[in-house]
Nanobody, 119 residues
């Protein structure tokens, strides 16, 4: 069974950094785009960042551009988050899909990891 497992979430002060990772198992994710979405309390899940299989294309939400960096090592994807703000507080979900645009509905989701940024 295909699985995406996130790690690296936690509590950090505003201005700090965190690095999320997403490990895959259960199937071959070659050819899949991967990325991150997030969902804050009372809000809809929103796109954060994506990267194509070979890493040749990356995309970011405007709200995180220049602060977050997505990278990929085979079928493990990372999200380096710098200059964190309280509004970045959310559950962060790893996602994988054959569509390089990584648009919902996404084929595979992780279980999520909590990121909390204190002011």
């Amino acid at each position: 069974q295909a699985r995406l497992v996130e790690s690296g979430g936690g509590l950090v002060q505003a201005g700090g950094s965190l690095r999320l990772s997403c490990a895959t198992s259960g199937r071959n994710f070659n050819g899949y785009a991967m990325g991150w979405f997030r969902q804050a309390p009372g809000k809809e899940r929103e796109f954060v960042a994506r990267i194509t299989w070979r890493g040749t294309s990356r995309g970011y939400a405007d709200s995180v551009k220049d602060r977050f960096t997505i990278s990929r090592d085979g079928n493990t994807v990372h999200l380096q988050m710098n200059s964190l703000k309280p509004e970045d507080t959310a559950v962060y979900y790893c996602a994988a899909d054959p569509d390089p645009r990584l648009r919902p509905p996404v084929k595979y989701w992780g279980q999520g990891t909590q990121v909390t940024v204190s002011s």
